[in-house]
């Protein structure tokens, strides 16, 4: 199922795997050996904090609010490094480094996932 950005009509992903439980949004993208597309599905709205000790290298991150609708980025997010988002989000994806670029995503943007 492909992720995209229906604002733009550009795709994000081609598949991904989904973040649901804590421990599927604990280990996240720790210990992998590539960066791959994730969706992290949380319970409420919240600021979400994040690392990337043992992740396989830089990421772009994006969070979408309940409408999927992209409220804050980040891109070129480095490994070794701590964020947190500044707004509150229900979903984030992480994606390959170059993807906001590539698909041209922007804040108030609409992400869709295809079925």
Same mark, same amino acid.
């Not at 973040?19 to 949380?42: D, N």
């Given at each position: 199922?492909?992720i995209?950005?229906?604002?733009?009509?550009?795709?994000?992903?081609? @598949?991904? $795997?989904?973040?649901?439980?804590?421990?599927?949004?604990?280990?996240?993208?720790?210990?992998r050996?590539?960066?791959?597309?994730?969706?992290f599905?949380?319970? /409420?709205?919240?600021?979400?904090?994040?690392?990337?000790?043992?992740?396989?290298?830089?990421?772009? *991150?994006?969070?979408?609010?309940?409408?999927?609708?992209?409220?804050?980025?980040?891109?070129?997010?480095?490994?070794? @490094?701590?964020?947190?988002?500044?707004?509150?989000? *229900?979903?984030?994806?992480? *994606?390959?480094?170059?993807?906001?670029?590539? @698909? /041209?995503? $922007?804040?108030?943007?609409?992400?869709?996932? *295809? /079925?």
């Amino acid at each position: 199922m492909p992720i995209l950005n229906a604002t733009r009509q550009t795709i994000l992903a081609v @598949s991904f $795997e989904e973040c649901r439980t804590f421990w599927e949004q604990t280990r996240g993208m720790m210990f992998r050996k590539e960066v791959i597309p994730l969706v992290f599905h949380f319970e /409420k709205e919240q600021t979400i904090r994040l690392h990337s000790w043992f992740c396989p290298g830089a990421m772009d *991150l994006v969070f979408l609010n309940d409408a999927w609708e992209v409220v804050e980025m980040r891109s070129e997010w480095e490994p070794k @490094s701590s964020y947190h988002s500044f707004r509150p989000a *229900l979903f984030l994806l992480e *994606l390959p480094v170059g993807t906001i670029a590539q @698909s /041209k995503t $922007e804040v108030g943007d609409v992400v869709q996932i *295809l /079925k």
